[in-house]
C-alpha cells in the first residue's frame, strides 16, 4: 500500500498531474453523494436533540424549536447539487442551508455562507452556530471592522459566514495587495452559499467591487472654471424649453370642434414636446402636461413622426434648435452647434474633438526641420488633450445638471454627496460616481470637490462568484431572472414547493394618472385597514416615497414606523413586530430583509397581514419579494400594488397602451383603473426594463472578461511568488525570458552572423546586469550559445551578490522586487484599460465594434504589460540590497572588466575598475542614478508606459505612442 501511496503521490507530483485530480475531485464528488441521506439525517437529528435548548442570537436569548421539514431537505438537495432553491419567505432558509454547509465541510475544506449585510452573518453564523458546534464543526462570521488575523482566524473555521463584499475584498486584498503569504487570510474557493442569491449575483452585481487609493495621476478638473457657463447654458435651455411647453399648450387648447386645422396643430404640438423630452426630459411642466393621456400620445405620436427615416432632416434641425439634447435612458448629453456657440462665441470648435490623425498627417506633410515639426506634433498633442478634457468635462457637468437630481440621485450630507441607491433607497457612504461625474455634481452643489481615486484592485461579483468550485444560492424569487443565473453563473433554478399551502391574495393594481391621487388613495386604504386593527407593511422605492406617505398618515394621525435600510439590526428588530396587530410599518423594499414576520395572536382573525406596494419596481422579482413577506407558512394575507402614470417605470418604459386605455375609459381626476389587462401591460413595461438591465450587466461583464484574464494571469504569478519558496527561481526564468528576447532581437536567425547587433546587445547587458561582456566574447558565436553566455554570466554575477547577502534577507528582497514591479505596473493598468474603457464608445460611431476593438487593444497592453513587468525585474534584481554595506560589498566585488568606450556609456556597475569613491553611499547613489536613466533603443520597440524614445520626458504612449 505504501508503494502504491508513494507512487501515485509522485504521478499527483508531476506537469500533467490534472486528470488526477480531476479524479479526485469526482471521487470526492462521488463520496458526498453518497453520504449525503446520513449527513442529513444527521443534521436533522441534532436539531431534534437541540430543541428547548437556549442560547443568545446576537444579544438576545433563543430558544430552538426547529426540526428541518422534508421540503427542507429537498432544499438542502438542491443546495448541493450547485443549484438556485428557489423558496419563499418563510421556509426557513437558514435552516435548509445548514443540510449543505456540513456535508461539504467534511471534506476538510472551507464553505462560505454569503449574506446581504453584517447583520445576517453575524446572526444565521450564531443562530445556526449551535447545529455546527454539536456536530463538532467550527464556525467563523466575517464583520466589516475585523482586523486581519482576525479574518484569517474566521477563515480557518470549517464554515465561515459573511456578506459578498466582505469575502470579494479579502480577496482581492489576498492576491492584489498582500506582500506575504502570512498576511492572506482566506483558503480557497471550494463552496459557497448566496443567500437572497437574486439580491447578490444581480442587484449588487451591477457594481464591480472596488479596492481605491489617492489618484497618482493627475487630474486637471476644470469644473469649477465650467460651472457657471455650463449653469447658465442649463437656464437657457430650461427657459426654451418652458416657452415650448406653452406654445404647444396654447396650439392645443386652439383647437375647436371639428377644427379643419387641428391635425395640424397636434402635429406641431407634438413635435414641440418632443423637442422639450430631448433637451429636457424631467421639465415639470412636461411632466404635468403629459399626465393628460391625450397629450401624452400626441407626443408620441409626434416622437415616432420624427423617428421614420423619412424624418431624418428634421429630426437634426430640431435638435439644432435646442443647446443639447439627453438621453434619459442612457444618460447622456450631447451639445449642439449651437450650444458650442454659447459657451464660447468666437471659437465654437473648441468643443468639438479634433481628428487628430489627420492634424498629425498634416504636420508630418510641412516642409519645415525635424525640430519644429517635432514642436508642432507635440502642440497638436496638446491640444488634443486639453480639448477632449474639457469637452468631456463639460459633458460630466451637464449630465449633472440635467439627470441627477438632489434627494433623488443623492442627497447633500455634511458638504458631501452621497449617493441614493435607485434599488433600495439607501444612501451610499464613500462610494463615488466614476469618471468624473461625481466632481461634477460636487461643482453643482457647490461644495469641495474631493480628489478623484485610483483603482488599485478591482473584480466584479460575477468574477468572484465564478471562481468557485461549486456555487449555490437560496431565495424567495429567482424565477423571473433564471436565464440571467443560467447564461452568467450557470446556476439552474428549482422551485421547491411550500411546507404548507400559501393562501395569500393577490389583487390587481390600482392605476392613477398622478401620484398625488395614488398616495391619497394608498393613505386611504390604510387608514380603513388600520382602523381594523389590520397590521400594513407598506412598500416603497425610495426613501423620498417613505417620507411623504409618513407625512401624510401622521396628518391622519396613524402611528407607523418608517425603515431606510440604514439600521440593519435595529430595523430587524421593528420589522419582525410589523405583524402585530394594529402596526403600521413603511420601508424601502429591501429595510430589514431576511427577517421574519411573525402574525400577532389575534391578527390571522382581522386577515393577516396586509401588504401595500407604492410604486411598481423595475424588475418584477421585487415585487415578488415584498409580496412575499406576507401569508408565510400558509398564514394568510394579502397585497396590493398602487400605480400612477407619473411613476418613472410608466414614463420611461410603460408603453402608450396604458395611457389610451385610460383615455378610452375617459377618467375623472382621482378616479381609479383597476382591470386585469393593465397587469400585463405593467408587466410588459417590467420585462423591458429587466431585458435592458440584463443587457447593461452583460455588456460589463464582457468587458470585465477581458479584464479578468489578465488579473488571472497577475495574481497567480503573485501568488507564486508569495507562497512559493523559491522566488530566485521565477526570477531567473524571467531573466532567461528576458536575455532570449534581447537576443532573438539582436542576433535575428534569418539574418547572418555579421549583420547582428552585437554592440548593442552587449550595452543592454551591461547596462542591466554588473556582467563585464565584452563583444570579443560573443563572436563567433551561435545564436543559442550566445543567450547561453549571458545567462551564464548572469547566474554567476548573481551567486557573487548572493554571497553577500543573508539569504533569508535576500528571499524576502527578491519577492519585494517582483511585487514592486508587478503591483505597479499592475495599477498602471488598471488605470490605462479604465481609459481605454471610457473611450472606446466613440469608436461605434466608426462603424467598428467597440467590443472587439476593446479586446484587441486590451491583449496588446497586456503583452506589453508583462514585458514592462519582465524588464523591470530583471533591471532590479542587482539594484536592491538588504544592506548598504551588503552593496557596497557587492560593487567592490565586481570583476574588473569593464572597459572599452561602449561599456562605461551605459553600465550601471561600475565599482571596480574606478577609483575608490569617497564615501560608499555616492557609489550607490550614482549606480542608482544610473540604472533609472531612460533606456534608449535601438529598435523602437518600446512599450506604451515606458518613456518616450524622443526624449519629451512624457510617456511613450501619451507622446509619439499616441497612435501606434
Ligand atoms: P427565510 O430565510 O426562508 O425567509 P428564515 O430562515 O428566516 O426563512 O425562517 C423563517 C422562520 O421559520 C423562522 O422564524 C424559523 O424559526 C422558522 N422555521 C424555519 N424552519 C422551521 C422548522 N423546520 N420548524 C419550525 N420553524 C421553522
Ligand atoms: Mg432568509
Not at 379 to 407: M, V
Request: hydrophobic share 35%; with cysteine; proline share 4%.
Amino acid at each position: 500500500m505504501l508503494a502504491e501511496a508513494r507512487k501515485l503521490d509522485a504521478e499527483l507530483r508531476s506537469e500533467d498531474a490534472k486528470p488526477i485530480r480531476k479524479n479526485a475531485h469526482a471521487l470526492e464528488t462521488e463520496l458526498l453523494n453518497e453520504i449525503l441521506p446520513e449527513a442529513f439525517a444527521v443534521v436533522k437529528n441534532t436539531c431534534r436533540r437541540l430543541c428547548g435548548r437556549e442560547w443568545m442570537v446576537c444579544g438576545r436569548p433563543y430558544k430552538w424549536e426547529m426540526v428541518p421539514f422534508d421540503v427542507q431537505l429537498i432544499g438542502g438537495m438542491a443546495l448541493h447539487s450547485g443549484k438556485i432553491a428557489e423558496m419563499a419567505t418563510g421556509e426557513g432558509k437558514t435552516l435548509v442551508a445548514t443540510l449543505p454547509l456540513y456535508l461539504n465541510a467534511l471534506t476538510g475544506k472551507n464553505v462560505h455562507l454569503v449574506t446581504v449585510n453584517d447583520y445576517l452573518a453575524a446572526r444565521d453564523s450564531e443562530w445556526m452556530g449551535e447545529v455546527f458546534k454539536f456536530l463538532g464543526l467550527t464556525v467563523g462570521c466575517i464583520q466589516h471592522d475585523q482586523p486581519p488575523p482576525l479574518r484569517r482566524a474566521q477563515y480557518t473555521c470549517d464554515i465561515t459566514y459573511g456578506t459578498n463584499a466582505e469575502f470579494g475584498f479579502d480577496y482581492l486584498r489576498d492576491n492584489g495587495m498582500a506582500t506575504s503569504a502570512e498576511t492572506q487570510v482566506q483558503r480557497g474557493y471550494f463552496y459557497a452559499i448566496v443567500d437572497e442569491v437574486d439580491s447578490i449575483l444581480i442587484d449588487e452585481a451591477r457594481t464591480p467591487l472596488i479596492i481605491s487609493g489617492p489618484s497618482t495621476v493627475a487630474s486637471s478638473q476644470t469644473y469649477e472654471k465650467y460651472k457657471p457657463q455650463v449653469a447658465e447654458l442649463f437656464r437657457s435651455q430650461t427657459m426654451l424649453c418652458n416657452r415650448h411647453v406653452n406654445d404647444a399648450k396654447q396650439l392645443l387648447d386652439g383647437r375647436t370642434e371639428g377644427g379643419k386645422d387641428n391635425d395640424d396643430r397636434e402635429d406641431q404640438a407634438g413635435r414641440l414636446l418632443y423637442q422639450v423630452k430631448l433637451g429636457m426630459p424631467k421639465n415639470k411642466q412636461l411632466l404635468k402636461m403629459i399626465e393628460d393621456p391625450s397629450v401624452r400620445r400626441i407626443l408620441d405620436n409626434g416622437e415616432l413622426a420624427l423617428m421614420a427615416d423619412s424624418s431624418k432632416k428634421d429630426l437634426i434641425a430640431l435638435k439644432e434648435e435646442l443647446l443639447f439634447t439627453i438621453d434619459e435612458r442612457q444618460h447622456e448629453t450631447d451639445l449642439t452647434e449651437k450650444g458650442r456657440k454659447f459657451l464660447n462665441p468666437t471659437d465654437p470648435d473648441a468643443f468639438v474633438i479634433p481628428d487628430l490623425v489627420s492634424a498629425l498627417h498634416d504636420v508630418d506633410v510641412l516642409t519645415i526641420p525635424d525640430e519644429e515639426k517635432e514642436k508642432r506634433r507635440q502642440d497638436t498633442q496638446r491640444r488634443y488633450e486639453e480639448r477632449s478634457e474639457k469637452i468631456h468635462n463639460i459633458a460630466q457637468l451637464l449630465r449633472a445638471y440635467c439627470l441627477f437630481e438632489k434627494d433623488v440621485e443623492y442627497v447633500v450630507q455634511e458638504g458631501k454627496i452621497m449617493i441614493v441607491d435607485e434599488f433600495t433607497g439607501r444612501l451610499m457612504p464613500g462610494r463615488r460616481w466614476s469618471d468624473g461625474l461625481h466632481g461634477a455634481v460636487e461643482a453643482k452643489e457647490g461644495v469641495t470637490i474631493e480628489r478623484e481615486t485610483q483603482t488599485l484592485a478591482t473584480i466584479t461579483i460575477q468574477n468572484y462568484f465564478r471562481m468557485y468550485d461549486k456555487l449555490a444560492g437560496m431565495t424567495g424569487t429567482a424565477e423571473t431572472e433564471a436565464t440571467e443565473f443560467e447564461n452568467i453563473y450557470k446556476l439552474g433554478v428549482m422551485v421547491i414547493p411550500t411546507n404548507r399551502p400559501c393562501v395569500r391574495k393577490d389583487d390587481h393594481d390600482r392605476v392613477y394618472k398622478t401620484r398625488r391621487e395614488k398616495y391619497n388613495a394608498i393613505i386611504k386604504e390604510i387608514a380603513e385597514r388600520h382602523a381594523k386593527g389590520q397590521p400594513l407593511l407598506v412598500g416603497t422605492v425610495s426613501v423620498d416615497a417613505s417620507e411623504v406617505l409618513s407625512r401624510m398618515l401622521k396628518r391622519q394621525n396613524v402611528p407607523h414606523s418608517v425603515l431606510n435600510a440604514k439600521y440593519h439590526q435595529q430595523e430587524a428588530e421593528i420589522i419582525a413586530r410589523a405583524g402585530q396587530y394594529g402596526g403600521v410599518t413603511i420601508a424601502t423594499n429591501m429595510a430589514g430583509r431576511g427577517t421574519d414576520i411573525k402574525l400577532g395572536s389575534t391578527v390571522p382573525g382581522v386577515g393577516g397581514l396586509h401588504v401595500i406596494g407604492s410604486e411598481r419596481h423595475e424588475a418584477r422579482r421585487i415585487d415578488r419579494q415584498l409580496r412575499g413577506r406576507c401569508a408565510r407558512q400558509g398564514d394568510p394575507g394579502s397585497s396590493r400594488f398602487y400605480v400612477s402614470l407619473e411613476d418613472d417605470l410608466m414614463r420611461l418604459f410603460g408603453s402608450g397602451r396604458i395611457a389610451s386605455i385610460m383615455e378610452k375609459l375617459g377618467m375623472e381626476e382621482g378616479e381609479e383603473l383597476q382591470a386585469g389587462m393593465l397587469n400585463r401591460a405593467i408587466e410588459t413595461a417590467q420585462r423591458r426594463v429587466e431585458e435592458h438591465n440584463f443587457s447593461i450587466r452583460k455588456r460589463t461583464l464582457e468587458y470585465d472578461d477581458v479584464m479578468n484574464k489578465h488579473r488571472e494571469v497577475v495574481y497567480s504569478f503573485r501568488n507564486e511568488i508569495l507562497r512559493g519558496d523559491d522566488p530566485r527561481h521565477s526570477i531567473f526564468e524571467i531573466i532567461e525570458e528576458v536575455a532570449d528576447a534581447r537576443t532573438t532581437e539582436h542576433c535575428p536567425a534569418d539574418k547572418p552572423q555579421d549583420e547582428w547587433d552585437l554592440n548593442a546587445l552587449v550595452r543592454w547587458a551591461n547596462f542591466a546586469f554588473p556582467v563585464g561582456l565584452r563583444v570579443d566574447q560573443l563572436a563567433h558565436k551561435t545564436a543559442d550559445e550566445v543567450r547561453q553566455l549571458i545567462i551564464e554570466k548572469v547566474r554567476r554575477a548573481y551567486e557573487a551578490k548572493a554571497a553577500n547577502e543573508d539569504p533569508n534577507a535576500l528571499k524576502a528582497i527578491e519577492r519585494l522586487i517582483v511585487l514592486n514591479a508587478l503591483d505597479r505596473l499592475w495599477q498602471e493598468h488598471l488605470y490605462n484599460m479604465d481609459q481605454l474603457r471610457n473611450g472606446i464608445g466613440l469608436r461605434a460611431y466608426g462603424q467598428r465594434d467597440p467590443l472587439l476593438e476593446y479586446k484587441t487593444e486590451a491583449f496588446e497592453m497586456f503583452d506589453e504589460l508583462m514585458d514592462s513587468v519582465k524588464s523591470e525585474i530583471a533591471a532590479n534584481v542587482f539594484r536592491s540590497a538588504s544592506s548598504l554595506a551588503a552593496f557596497e560589498n557587492f560593487l567592490r566585488a565586481l570583476p574588473m572588466q569593464l572597459s572599452g568606450p561602449e561599456l562605461n556609456a551605459g553600465s550601471a556597475y561600475q565599482g571596480g575598475s574606478k577609483p575608490a569613491a569617497p564615501k560608499g553611499s555616492d557609489v550607490v547613489d550614482q549606480a542608482i542614478e544610473a540604472a533609472s536613466a531612460p533606456i534608449k533603443r535601438d529598435v523602437p520597440k518600446v512599450g506604451r508606459n515606458e518613456p518616450c524614445p524622443c526624449g519629451s520626458g512624457k510617456k511613450f504612449k501619451q507622446c509619439c505612442g499616441k497612435n501606434a
